[in-house]
């Protein structure tokens, strides 16, 4: 599976006013009417259980030179132990964290979740999104982080 590029997202939450996010790259779209989306989060990690409560989250698209956002909610440096440290973070109308400078986002409540296997699969209902910039996408392939500045258009032969 490691043979599949995805673009990579920060998936966050809120519960009682504390922020909680992680790095995503499962996520996809799922139907335009309604407007679904889905994420695909391991049963183990902390998020899990705190989208299961609060019912709601949302979908951050890093942009190519936000690697270290990646890394950071990743988990990839422990030394930092609060992963909004240092950042200026919208809300959304559900009340996750919108990361600043990030490709778009997408506002969602929970509309069903599904199990699969060790992942749980969480349908959201798009409630609101916003295209907040033109750049490259960040993109994860073979256990690597891969940006460009400029999507490059193929034209079928």
């Given at each position: 599976?490691s043979?599949?590029?995805?673009?990579?997202?920060?998936?966050?939450?809120?519960l009682?006013?504390?922020?909680?996010?992680?790095?995503?790259?499962?996520?996809?779209?799922?139907?335009?009417?309604?407007?679904?989306?889905?994420?695909c989060?391991?049963k183990?990690?902390?998020?899990?259980?705190?989208?299961?409560?609060?019912?709601?989250?949302?979908?951050?698209?890093?942009?190519?030179?936000?690697?270290e956002?990646?890394?950071?909610?990743?988990?990839?440096?422990?030394?930092?132990?609060?992963?909004?440290?240092?950042?200026?973070?919208?809300?959304?109308?559900?009340g996750?964290?919108?990361?600043?400078?990030?490709?778009?986002?997408?506002?969602?409540?929970?509309?069903?979740?599904?199990d699969?296997?060790?992942?749980?699969?969480?349908?959201?209902e798009?409630?609101?999104?916003?295209?907040?910039?033109?750049?490259?996408?960040?993109?994860?392939?073979?256990?690597?982080?891969?940006?460009?500045?400029?999507?490059?258009?193929?034209?079928?032969?």
């Amino acid at each position: 599976m490691s043979q599949f590029a995805s673009g990579v997202t920060v998936v966050t939450t809120q519960l009682n006013g504390q922020h909680f996010g992680l790095t995503v790259s499962a996520f996809t779209s799922l139907s335009l009417d309604p407007p679904l989306v889905l994420i695909c989060l391991d049963k183990k990690v902390h998020a899990h259980g705190i989208i299961e409560q609060s019912k709601v989250f949302a979908v951050n698209i890093l942009r190519s030179d936000q690697v270290e956002v990646g890394i950071r909610f990743a988990g990839l440096r422990p030394e930092i132990q609060d992963r909004f440290e240092g950042m200026t973070c919208g809300t959304g109308v559900t009340g996750s964290p919108i990361l600043p400078n990030c490709l778009g986002w997408i506002d969602c409540n929970l509309w069903e979740r599904y199990d699969g296997g060790d992942h749980t699969i969480f349908v959201g209902e798009v409630l609101a999104s916003c295209l907040t910039g033109s750049a490259g996408p960040l993109l994860y392939h073979n256990r690597a982080w891969h940006g460009s500045t400029t999507l490059d258009v193929i034209e079928p032969s």
